[in-house]
């Protein structure tokens, strides 16, 4: 269970989630891995410039191993859906904003292939990825040049497909995590295993490292999935509120009133399911009652009034991606929430000995 974290001279068993869409910088990225964590940088939005550009700024800041994430090709739909229908229901929102009428990009994402050729350029010491298995070719290019890979899992068959892909350990995302479900092998809504349930029945299953992911936001979260199997965690919602993250001040002001009841799962931003802070959109979509586009159709769709959304500080209309550990969100500096887990760890443990 250790190894894991030896290979990457980690002090802490903490692995920052790649946050996409704005949370994830080259300086947080960075202050976990400097802090004794591995930090992640999220690269799957990225062109190949600015994943070169972004995995130097982290080399810059830190001489530690970190991660690069991106989406497995696997998720890529034809698109599907009513344009029109979904595209009259954002023209309320563009009109608040004063945007023009939503417009469908005729690409709605970045080339997959060029993206690994940025990444084998820049050889960084772990590929993530989520949203289903990489291509066999990308695959054997990565392990080429010695990069240890990590898959996403929400079941114990995706876990398992994914060891037999090649991966070198495997995320089991738990349903209380935040934004998109990294679920490929059945319906998003039949992959709702909860943390606890989902990672000793990975870990029984398969006889790769196994990070456990969903809800954990503190000390005690880390000693539970450390108890479970787990070789160790992986943090997203706890970071959000960070002073290196790029979350953005209407974001961050509601995720510091959030509470564990205010998240829900929705599709409505993206066309993939994603846990987030109930807001005015998605109560908006939910009640319009109409179909979205498929992934990743509808996230170019909505990004436009998302960005627009972001610098206005409209929080109602911004996909504000939480888990369901939100109320125990804590701000500071990386180093400073690491410390601070890091005691909570050491009470917690000292608490189960007495105890036993």
Not at 87 to 92: G, K, T, V, Y
Request: aromatic share 6%; glycine share 10%.
């Amino acid at each position: 269970m250790l190894d894991f974290c030896r290979n990457f001279n980690m002090m802490i068993p903490l692995v920052l989630a790649p946050m996409g869409g704005g949370p994830s910088t080259p300086e947080l990225t960075a202050a976990v891995s400097n802090a004794g964590g591995l930090g992640s940088l999220a690269a799957a939005y990225s062109n190949p410039e600015k994943i070169r550009q972004d995995i130097a700024r982290v080399r810059a800041l830190t001489e530690r191993p970190f991660a690069v994430n991106l989406f497995s090709p696997q998720s890529l739909e034809p698109l599907r859906g009513d344009v029109d229908e979904v595209s009259a229901f954002l023209q309320q929102f563009h009109q608040r904003l004063g945007l023009g009428p939503p417009q469908l990009p005729k690409q709605p994402g970045e080339n997959f292939d060029q993206q690994i050729d940025a990444i084998l350029e820049m050889k960084p010491a772990i590929v993530s990825f989520t949203f289903g298995l990489l291509p066999p070719e990308a695959v054997a290019r990565l392990k080429s040049e010695s990069i240890f890979l990590v898959g996403t899992a929400t079941t114990v068959d995706e876990a398992r497909q994914l060891e037999q892909s090649g991966v070198d350990a495997v995320v089991a995302q738990g349903s209380e995590a935040g934004a998109h479900r990294g679920t490929f092998s059945v319906k998003a809504e039949d992959a709702l295993i909860g943390t606890a349930a989902l990672i000793p029945q990975v870990v029984d299953a398969t006889s790769i490292p196994v990070v456990a992911s969903g809800g954990i936001m503190d000390g005690r979260g880390i000693v539970a999935a450390l108890a479970l199997g787990a070789c160790a965690v992986q943090m997203g919602t706890a970071f959000l509120a960070a002073k290196e993250a790029g979350t953005s001040p209407g974001y961050r002001a509601a995720l510091l009133k959030a509470s564990e009841d205010q998240t829900t799962t929705t599709r409505a931003f993206s066309g993939r399911m994603a846990r987030g802070i109930r807001n005015e959109f998605i109560e908006s979509w939910n009640d319009a009652g109409i179909t979205n586009l498929s992934y990743p159709w509808q996230n170019a769709f909505t990004q436009p009034m998302r960005r627009a959304a972001s610098e206005a500080r409209q929080s109602g209309m911004l996909s504000l991606w939480a888990g369901q550990g939100v109320g125990l969100i804590r701000e500071g500096s990386a180093q400073e929430l690491i410390s601070h887990w890091k005691a909570e760890m050491k009470t917690t443990l000292a608490n189960l000995a007495q105890a036993l």
